[in-house]
């Protein structure tokens, strides 16, 4: 697996801040915005329409043992 590195101190990264809510029976969730902009260059990456994308892609995040998450867009299987 290729090795990704994110320098959380670069000048020119974009920074927006989402209120998180609780959502599900007795708020055994905990859900957060993803920016539009996000979503729509992975779209255009790929070729697909904001619309298509939703159809097709899911949002994968990955954690473990570093601070925070990391999310990608997968195709749905």
Known sequence: MN????????????????????????????????????FDREARRLGLSRDEALETLQAVWRYGNFRGVFLTFEAKR
């Open 3 to 38: 090795q990704i590195v994110i320098r959380l101190d670069d000048p020119n990264m974009l920074i927006k801040k989402y209120r998180l809510r609780k959502t599900g029976a007795y708020g055994s969730s905990t859900e957060v915005t993803i920016p539009p902009e996000v």
